[in-house]
């Protein structure tokens, strides 16, 4: 195996990254490594060298898996019924064997595990959080909120920080791993994010972003912040890269109905291959066997599998598995002695003086016992220990870097070790030289009331001791920090950008100070979408009757949604003191309940936000009276019969109006109520008699909201 050094351009400098050459063959994977595609109903298992398949039955069905680096657990999505908690699916690999199940949130749906293995983070894609699972124990250790709709996840190749792509926010959010707790918050604009694919080790941390419109974006999680975007032609149904890091395989949706796999490559962010699927069957979630050689893609809804080879793009099999519901993954190539494939340092450039980060990946999980990788420099500027141990069952460890002040920039070699050797470099500078190089906002366009953040530079890193940088506004609407210091050895930092509510769009200038030198950015603060309406539906309602009321605005709502404030008069039209319109979307829908009148009202519902007002009009209609009741014919014999009609004021309302019934008993008799049905004006009822040997009088009752009325039948001999 080859290495080759490559550099990635951010800002003014040159991280140096090692990535590995791979050679492709054309060759069914690893004998006994195995493939897990959920399905509707369970999880297909196949021999990725016969494909043979068995099936793991699951009480319901599965949305996404992952499997631990030392391929001993896999772990599965089951959303469940949307509104309740879902499950995850603890599947032991050597049996096949469901062996616990874990309780997460509402509608579970993207997993990743660590790549220490030791923690699970389940995104809950209608609970708007991330359960973390603790493998060691199978319980949720904590829960952390997130954005809207949340939907993937996925671990540095470090695992020292996490991402989660939010729908329903257009957002994404940066977790950090050792608080289990979110640190940032990215605004992707417009655009939807879904799914995730992390560049190997070695790569400067790159994040590929796949969004609902189209667009993927490349992140750095160094810097965290968008770097590039690329477009494509379709939307993309699924993602996934190359072992080596060279090229993103993209399944798309195309406009005309097609399918299409795309490969981009990954050097120079371009595409460099198609394939079309026109016009069946579609192309759904993919993932890339660990050698690289093969493509595995889902056929959604076609209950088929593809394999495509990576070295020409042609399909070598296809199969039936069942209704696929999420990606294939595969079990862990398990080496007895896994070789170094990466190394890399967290910052490729530092001041003299202070420390670094370091990490090697191996190309295996470390076996039993640990793997132990051998360090080195070239140069008495930068130390590092003599070697580090990689965990059992992981396949990276960090590492600390010591650094001795320079008086000019030196650039050191520092060297990885087992059964191959890999080098990276490391820039070292001259402390207390850093002056500002540029800022900018992470979201140039920020809805009154939100919250942004922006980015500071320097043209070299940070002092021992850091550098503290001023920061100003105007104070309104846009507000931040007096100031933010730069960790010493680093050359950025972010802080936030706070709001305030503006009646009109506001641009602001934001500006940093250091020694005497000053870099400016503007944000715009945009005014929040005018209401546009309140309406109700039907606009006429019985007493004690139901409609649904809408409240839209002129615009979508921004993130956070629009908090929308309700009134009424109070009677006889009642509603709820608020309804929120979620991000993105322009209306939401509150009940609306009546309570009785005695007779026709109007009433005025109105809703406010953010300084407008909108009204709208519901007529409160009184329940029909009671007009009569009458019996024909009026005199009838023993043990005869005849009919009642009860009669009301107007028509009778949806659902129909019962009346109570009496006599006194003997000798006519009635039933206890009678409805009148909905649209009509009367109703009968059967009116019978027993014995008498006199004649008698007999009076029927039918009462109605408080009011009864009279009829008298007689009953001769």
Same mark, same amino acid.
């Given at each position: ?8 351009f951010f ?10 050459s ?7 994977a690893?004998?006994g490594?195995?493939?897990y595609?959920?399905?509707?109903g369970?999880?297909?298992?196949i021999d ?17 898996m ?5 391929g ?6 089951q959303?469940?019924?949307?509104g ?17 199940s874990v ?17 699970? &983070? #389940?995104? /809950?894609s209608?609970? !708007?959080?991330? +359960?973390?699972?603790? *493998?060691?124990? $199978?319980? @949720? =250790?904590? %829960?952390?909120l997130?954005?809207?709709q949340p939907?993937a ?9 996490a &991402? #989660?792509? /939010?729908?329903?926010? !257009?957002?994404? +959010?940066?977790?950090? *791993?050792?608080? $289990?707790s @979110? =640190?940032? %918050?990215?605004?992707?604009g ?9 560049a ?10 796949s969004?609902?419109s ?9 810097y ?9 032609a ?36 371009r595409?460099?291959a ?12 993919l993932?890339?066997?660990p050698d ?12 088929l599998?593809?394999i ?57 999980a ?32 960090s ?5 001795q002040?320079v ?21 070292i500078?001259p ?21 942004g953040s ?18 100003w ?5 846009a507000f931040v ?5 730069i ?51 039907p606009?006429?309602?019985?007493s ?8 839209t ?12 404030y ?5 009677s ?18 509150f009940?609306?309940t009546?309570?009785?009148t005695?007779a ?7 809703a ?6 909108a ?17 024909s ?11 009642g ?11 129909g109006?019962p009346l109570?019934?009496w006599t006194?008993?003997?000798p ?5 109520s009678?409805t ?42």
């Amino acid at each position: 195996m080859n290495a080759t050094n490559r550099y990635l351009f951010f800002s003014r400098y040159e991280l140096p990254l090692v990535i590995a050459s791979f050679a492709l063959c054309v060759a069914p994977a690893s004998a006994g490594q195995l493939a897990y595609v959920p399905v509707s109903g369970g999880i297909t298992v196949i021999d990725t060298a016969t494909y043979a398949t068995t099936t793991i039955p699951l009480a319901s069905d599965p949305s996404e898996m992952a499997i631990t680096p030392d391929g001993q657990f896999a772990y599965v999505t089951q959303p469940g019924t949307s509104g309740s908690a879902g499950t995850v699916a603890v599947i032991a690999i050597a049996t096949n064997t469901i062996v616990a199940s874990v309780t997460v949130g509402d509608t579970p749906a993207g997993i990743a595990v660590s790549p220490n293995g030791q923690l699970v &983070y #389940v995104v /809950n894609s209608h609970g !708007n959080s991330v +359960s973390v699972i603790a *493998t060691s124990t $199978n319980t @949720v =250790v904590t %829960t952390m909120l997130v954005g809207a709709q949340p939907l993937a996840v996925a671990f540095t190749a470090d695992g020292t920080a996490a &991402y #989660v792509t /939010n729908q329903g926010s !257009n957002t994404l +959010s940066t977790i950090d *791993t050792a608080t $289990n707790s @979110v =640190v940032n %918050t990215i605004y992707l604009g417009a655009d939807s994010p879904q799914y995730l694919t992390m560049a190997p080790a070695g790569y400067g941390g790159l994040l590929y972003v796949s969004t609902a419109s189209g667009p993927v974006y490349l992140l750095s999680t160094i810097y965290d912040t968008i770097s590039t975007t690329i477009p494509v032609a379709g939307k993309v149904t699924g993602m996934a890269l190359t072992p080596d890091g060279f090229h993103l395989y993209l399944d798309l949706a195309m406009p005309d109905g097609s399918y299409s796999m795309s490969v981009l490559d990954a050097s120079h962010l371009r595409i460099s291959a198609t394939r079309s699927e026109s016009p069946s069957p579609p192309l759904g979630e993919l993932a890339i066997s660990p050698d690289g050689s093969f493509v595995w893609i889902d056929n959604g809804d076609s209950g088929l599998l593809s394999i495509v080879s990576t070295a020409n793009n042609i399909r070598v099999a296809r199969f039936p598995i069942g209704t696929s519901t999420g990606a294939p993954v595969f079990t862990p190539v398990q080496s007895a002695d896994p070789s170094v494939t990466g190394i890399s340092i967290r910052s490729g450039t530092v001041a003299g003086g202070t420390a670094a980060e370091g990490y090697v990946v191996l190309s295996a999980a470390a076996p039993l016992g640990g793997a132990i990788v051998l360090l080195s420099s070239n140069s008495p500027s930068a130390v590092v220990p003599a070697s580090v141990t990689v965990p059992a069952g992981s396949k990276t460890a960090s590492f600390s870097v010591a650094t001795q002040p320079v008086t000019s920039a030196t650039l050191v070699s520092i060297s990885a070790t087992r059964n191959n050797t890999l080098v990276t470099g490391l820039n070292i500078t001259p402390s207390g030289t850093a002056t500002l190089s540029s800022l900018s906002a992470d979201q140039t366009s920020i809805p009154g009331g939100n919250s942004g953040s922006a980015l500071v530079k320097l043209d070299s890193p940070a002092p021992a001791g850091g550098a503290v940088i001023s920061l100003w506004t105007s104070g309104a609407p846009a507000f931040v920090p007096a100031s933010v210091t730069i960790p010493a050895g680093f050359n950025w930092a972010r802080f936030p950008v706070t709001t305030n509510y503006t009646p009109t769009s506001v641009t602001d200038t934001i500006t940093a100070f250091l020694m005497g030198t000053s870099v400016s950015t503007t944000v715009t603060v945009t005014a929040p979408p005018a209401l546009a309406s309140v309406s109700v539906s039907p606009a006429s309602v019985p007493s004690y009757g139901t409609a649904t009321g809408t409240a839209t605005l002129a615009e979508a709502a921004p993130p956070g949604g629009a908090l929308i404030y309700l009134w009424t008069h109070g009677s006889p039209a009642f509603v709820p003191v608020s309804v929120t319109i979620p991000a993105g979307a322009k209306s939401a829908t509150f009940p609306v309940t009546t309570n009785y009148t005695a007779a026709t009202v109007p009433d005025t519902i109105t809703a406010f936000f953010s300084g407008t007002v909108a009204t709208t009009t519901i007529t409160v209609t009184a329940l029909p009276a009671l007009a009569s009741v009458s019996v024909s014919p009026s005199s009838v014999q023993s043990s005869g019969s005849a009919t009642g009609t009860v009669t009301l004021t107007t028509p009778a309302p949806l659902g129909g109006t019962p009346l109570y019934l009496w006599t006194s008993g003997s000798p006519a008799f009635v039933p206890v109520s009678v409805t009148v049905p909905a649209g009509s004006t009367t109703a009968t009822f059967p009116v019978t008699t027993n014995y008498t040997d006199t004649s008698i009088s007999d009076t029927i009752t039918a009462f109605l909201n408080g009011v009864s009325k009279t009829t008298t039948i007689t009953v001769t001999p």
